[in-house]
């Protein structure tokens, strides 16, 4: 779990794999460079997270009658593809940042990938004593090749039967603290069956419905210990939500069934850097940073999901896969009454 916060959270890889020199640069340098370079680093990461979450929110098109209901262990993942893994940096687009090496603009490791070899960039700030200088920092790398592949999502999900086609869902992580680590999930959705309300519904084939859910994740990282720089209350805060509008059908078989539909994914990840950073400005200055910036990433996709459901009594097993700008599967382990 504290994994998938690392990956949401703006700048935590970054500020827990550098030197102090390097960030105390990286800041000293400007912050608009330092939010810039953050927002595109970290983006596949939200981004990613944000389709994980938004798997399994259904598993037929049958709606569950009044006071039918399903309770459901719930785990995803987004699959993260190569070009997730880099994004190009311009540093004509920067204020103070070259390449120690190679063209202007060059490919770089997100959140999700890595540098082989490793890359230099040249900082240039102002010290109020010795005027412009510069310093050489390593970009950082993302959490690596074979690590990354996969973006994982976990839920308690419940669902009832509230009237004729209509059922209500809900979906949580139990609240996880440590202590440097608060993160929560929740979510709700409603899932209305077209088929139930054109009576006789028996004649029908399949069963077609309307899915709406929202989700909502937000949490704190504490990086007073582990950023390396002077200061107080130091922490990164995110809150991401997202929305998913979907139709789906599905067979409707004794025990075994398939699923299908058409859906859109939209949502924002926002992270701020927040707290006091004391700044070393060459040797002999430093200067106090407060809250220095907020970055965020939004998704704006459609996709496609092919699933099937097994059902043994008041068990029941469904997967599904969904085709996007990351895709994703899902398998759902659920006990229920209908």
């Given at each position: ?259 299908g539909g058409v859906g859109y994914i939209t949502g924002k990840s926002e992270s701020n850097l927040l707290g006091n950073y004391r700044v070393t400005d060459g040797l002999l200055t430093t200067q106090t940073i407060v809250d ?47």
């Amino acid at each position: 779990m504290k994994k998938i916060v690392l990956l949401v959270f703006v700048l935590t890889i970054t500020l827990s794999s550098r030197s102090q020199n390097d960030i105390d640069v990286l800041l000293a340098g400007g912050i608009e460079d330092a939010q810039r370079f953050a927002n595109d680093y970290l983006a596949p990461g939200t981004d990613g997270i944000m389709h994980s979450m938004n798997a399994n929110w259904f598993n037929s098109g049958k709606v569950k009658p009044l006071g039918g209901f399903e309770i459901s262990v719930i785990a995803n993942a987004s699959m993260v593809k190569d070009e997730h893994k880099m994004f190009n940096l311009n540093t004509a687009e920067y204020n103070n940042v070259q390449f120690v090496q190679g063209p202007d603009s060059q490919m770089v490791s997100s959140v999700l990938g890595e540098n082989n070899p490793a890359i230099f960039v040249e900082v240039e700030y102002d010290d109020v004593i010795f005027g412009s200088q510069t310093a050489q920092i390593e970009l950082p790398e993302g959490i690596g090749s074979g690590s990354a592949n996969l973006l994982p999502t976990a839920f308690l999900q419940g669902a009832l039967g509230i009237s004729s086609g209509l059922e209500l869902k809900a979906r949580f992580v139990p609240k996880v603290e440590t202590d440097d680590v608060s993160l929560s999930m929740y979510g709700a959705g409603l899932q209305m069956e077209f088929t139930e309300w054109f009576p006789p519904n028996n004649l029908f084939p399949v069963a077609i419905s309307g899915v709406v859910a929202y989700t909502h994740l937000d949490g704190s990282y504490n990086l007073t210990e582990s950023s390396g720089i002077e200061g107080e209350n130091q922490r990164l805060e995110n809150d991401t939500n997202t929305w998913l509008f979907q139709v789906l059908a599905s067979t409707k078989l004794p025990v075994i069934n398939f699923y299908g539909g058409v859906g859109y994914i939209t949502g924002k990840s926002e992270s701020n850097l927040l707290g006091n950073y004391r700044v070393t400005d060459g040797l002999l200055t430093t200067q106090t940073i407060v809250d220095p910036f907020s970055v965020s990433s939004e998704v704006s996709a459609v996709r496609a999901t092919v699933g099937t459901k097994l059902k043994l009594g008041f068990f029941r097993l469904n997967a599904e896969y969904h085709l996007s700008e990351f895709n994703a599967f899902s398998v759902g382990l659920n006990f229920g009454f209908r």
